[in-house]
Every structure is written in C-alpha cells, then in structure tokens.
C-alpha cells in the first residue's frame, strides 16, 4: 500500500521526531484520521524524503518518529520552464502539473500579448508554491520547482545563461521540431512558452538575436498552458 506523504521543511528532517506542520497536521488527523504508529513518508520538496511513523496525535500537534532518509540521487538536466504570464487559473493549473513533470524552475515573464499583470506577485508565488507542495505529495516527485515573481521578457532573455540549451516554442515554427532543438547532450535547459496570445514578431526576433533556438510543435497549436505542459514532458520523458 502506497504511505500517505507529508511536506516538512528540509531542516525538519535532520530530527529524530518531526512535528507536521498545522495543516498537514489537520489533514492527517481529521481528513485522513491516521493513528499512532501508522507507517507515513515525509517529503522536502528539495529532494530529501524518510519513513516515520506517527508517535504521537494530539488536538493541536502530530508527531512522526523517523526510521529511515533517503536522499533520490537522480541525474537530469536542469529545466527551467519560462512561460508568459497567464490568467489565474490557468497559470494555477500550471504550478501543480509543471511539479509533477519534474521541472526545476518556472520563470514567468510579461510580454507584449501577456493579459494579466499581477498586482501581488509575492502572494501569487507563495500559492503556486502551496499548490506545487499539494503536488508533490501526490505524485511522489523528489523536487518541487522554485518558483520566481514574474519579469518582463527583455529580462528573461538576458539571465538566461549562454551555457544552456536555450528555446523558444513558438506557433509559426514550422522547420525545427522541439525534439530536434534537444538533440545532443544538456546540462541546463530553458524554453520559453508564449503567453494566450503567443509571441509578436518582435519578440521572436529578439530572441533569436539573444541566442535562443526557436522551435515548434509541428502538426499542433496548443493552448498556451498545455504547450508548456508538453514541452516538459518531451524533455523529461521524450529522448
């Protein structure tokens, strides 16, 4: 049977007995309802995960005793998936399902076509973090992705860095396939996705002139979230 996962802080782990944070807490105690002595797996997000078993379950507190950490030591490339800023929803959507594809950063960026323009970037991030942290207990991942407040495209070009396999997906490439633009061998990916509107012409062009490979999907015009979707996934699983 597969044990439920618990999100801990890192430094949690170094502990013999890990105190679940209160909602974690909530949901073992009164959603789950477990008891002392169940078998539970706690997880990081940075990689780290320990088998414990719960030992103590008070009204306001839920203790785990560790038995046993293991770090996943699994070699991929670093991806860094930079999509244009989508509405709410959508870009929610995003955050859960870029963590189970294994993605290591997401970098939004505003460009000219991008609708919504966050007004409290910070609160933003702190829920696609909450929503990534969901994820991750449910798909047993190893590593959530760090998320970054959203910057303007000029921005997302230049910290790109040159070392790295560097792409841009775009709806009107139809020479160069994404798989093609992967061929070889990367340490460090970063692929930009255009926002509901895709990329003007202008960005396509300053892209190439920043280095950056551009790239389609041939045979398809995805939306802009599944588009994200479907390059992680030709990156992770599709060589």
Known sequence: MTLRRFLVSPEALDAEEVALGPDEAKHARKVLRLKVGTAVQLVD??????????????????LCRVQERKSDDIHMAKLVVCPGLLKGPAMDYLAA????????????????????????ASRRLMRW???????????????????????????????????AARLMLYENEGQLSLPQALEGSWEEIWALVGPEGGFDTQ?????????????????????????????????????
């Open 45 to 62: 997000g940075r990689g780290n995960r320990a088998l414990a078993n719960i030992s103590f379950m008070g009204k306001n507190q839920v």
């Open 97 to 120: 399902k870029l963590t189970e594809l294994m993605v290591s950063e997401v970098r939004p960026f505003n460009s000219t076509r991008s609708v919504p323009r966050l007004k409290d």
């Open 129 to 163: 973090e909450r929503l990534a942290g969901q994820a991750i207990k449910q798909c047993g991942a190893a590593n959530m992705p760090k998320f970054h407040e959203p910057v303007e495209f000029d921005e997302i070009l230049d910290m790109a860095p040159a070392k």
């Open 203 to 239: 960005e396509v062009l300053a892209a190439k002139e920043a280095g950056f490979a551009v790239c389609g999907l041939l045979g398809s015009t995805l939306r802009a979230e599944t588009a994200s979707m479907a390059l992680a996934s030709v990156v992770r699983f599709g060589k």
